[in-house]
């Protein structure tokens, strides 16, 4: 038998409406019909998205809200029949770590009278020295000086207040340790010294712990069984390994395509499922399967109407889905959904290079030189006949640009320096034949409307 059983664990809460009399309208399905094992010793990971359910079953474990139906079952003593005193007279074999570190510890307490409130309450320790000794030996065993008993927990830090959450479990010497969210509140180097922390505790005093978590890559690492929940009901369970390598169901597999690669070359090759729709409310959840509005691979003939129950498909791995073996064989075609690359969601993180990407600047600047080589031509022989032997050279040579393009882009500020140069020493050598220069502007200005009406050509 395992340590700690779930058969059929609903938690529902009523929608009241009323002024004058509170009546019941319908209710929040926050959690529907779970059933898991855990056995002693090993760490049991719940997954899933915001508003799945996860924190509401652990709370129901514990008693922390009513079990509308179903039973919680630890080490044989059924707890959701348990009278009131004797339920608070077991919890201490159930202990929980909240997941705001801050809000869940008194501030008007030291960490002394925090952690001796529950030893007290269950009659562990003759007396206060002995008490204290045990605290300073579980504060030393979670990384905290023992000079901590006297400070309060704004004086500490993110990490430590959650080590402090720790250390209270800890001191009432419990079977089993419901960590909610323990490292989703801290820095990613806190949350390796955290997470390591409770593997030491594990093997240490053979903890069992129920991890409930978003991050898939911390369940992965610290938990020996996986269980995925939507919308308060368990669609996927098997161990840690199996359920990386192989996800069955089509949520779990939207969720493992979302989490990152850190090899490069497998990041580019693998791919993604988008899900359509939007989360459906719990107060209105929908017939058949919870996830047949957002599934890609949804039937329906059978899933709209048909509740799949949670079954095993081979080695433990149990998934509640009708095709969930067609899935797998490839032999069900989606019938909604994309399964995109995964660099085609955002910006790429490495773009090819592509020749027809010029700039488009450079390109303009060229474009009217060797559109307009005939006008240049005809500019140069009429210089000519003016004696401007410049222009007409410079109009002669108008074809020789055109086959470097992107030549104008490159050049400096100090070239156009130099031209400008070059027109004033020019400018200053003819001296007197400036009044003869305005009749060629006037035929430049002339060629702009047939340049203008070539490149609409």
């Not at 929040?28 to 899933?48: N, P, R």
């Not at 009432?172 to 801290?186: H, N, R, T």
């Not at 009217?368 to 109009?395: F, I, N």
Request: glycine share 8%; with cysteine; proline share 7%.
């Amino acid at each position: 038998m395992s340590l700690l059983e779930l058969d059929g664990v609903k938690v529902h809460f009523p929608i009241k409406k009323g002024i004058f009399v509170d009546r019941t309208v319908g209710h929040v399905y926050a959690v529907d019909g779970v059933s898991l094992k855990v056995e002693a010793g090993e760490t049991y990971g719940l997954v899933g998205e915001s508003g799945c359910g996860k924190t509401t079953l652990g709370r129901s474990v514990l008693r922390l809200v009513d079990i509308t139906e179903g039973s919680v079952v630890l080490d044989g003593t059924d707890l959701a029949k348990l009278p009131g005193e004797e339920m608070r007279r077991f919890r201490r074999r159930l202990q929980m770590v909240f997941q705001d570190p801050l809000g869940s510890l008194n501030p008007r307490q030291n960490i002394e009278s925090i952690l001796s409130e529950g030893m007290v309450a269950h009659g562990i320790g003759k007396d206060q020295e002995e008490r204290r000794e045990k605290i300073k030996s579980i504060l030393e065993k979670v990384g905290l000086p023992s000079n901590a008993l006297a400070r309060y927990p704004h004086e500490f830090s993110g990490g430590q207040r959650q080590r402090i959450g720790i250390a209270r479990a800890l001191v009432l010497e419990p079977d089993v340790i419901i960590c909610d969210e323990p490292v989703s509140a801290l820095d990613v180097s806190v949350q390796a010294q955290v997470i390591n922390l409770l593997d030491e505790l594990q093997e240490e005093l053979g903890l069992t712990y129920v991890v409930i978590a978003h991050d898939l890559a911390v369940v992965r690492h610290i938990s020996d069984t996986i269980g995925v929940m939507y919308l308060g009901s368990l669609v996927e369970e098997a161990q840690s390994d199996a359920l990386y390598a192989e996800p069955k169901h089509p949520y779990t597999k939207a969720l493992m395509s979302a989490v990152p690669v850190p090899d490069p070359e497998v990041e580019d090759k693998r791919e993604r499922i988008l899900l359509t729709g939007d989360l459906p409310s719990p107060a209105n959840p929908p017939a058949g399967c919870r996830f047949h509005t957002r599934c890609p691979w949804a039937q329906a003939e059978r899933c709209a109407t048909e509740r799949p129950e949670l079954r095993d498909v081979g080695g433990g791995h149990r998934v509640a889905c009708h095709f969930a073996d067609e899935i797998a064989a490839g032999t069900l075609k989606r019938t909604a959904g994309e399964v995109v690359s995964a660099t085609r969601e955002g910006v790429d993180d490495n773009p090819t290079p592509d020749d027809s990407a010029t700039p488009a600047v450079p390109q303009q600047a060229a474009s009217p030189e060797r559109e307009t080589t005939p006008e240049q031509a005809e500019a140069g022989s009429e210089a000519q006949a003016e004696g401007k032997p410049e222009v007409a050279e410079a109009a002669a040579e108008g074809p020789e640009p055109a086959a470097e393009p992107a030549e104008p882009a490159e050049k400096s500020d100090s070239d156009g320096k130099a031209e400008k140069t070059e027109k004033a020493d020019g400018a200053e050598a003819d001296g007197a034949e400036k009044s003869d220069d305005a009749e060629p502007a006037p035929k430049a200005d002339d060629a702009k409307p047939a340049e203008s009406a070539e490149k609409a050509g």
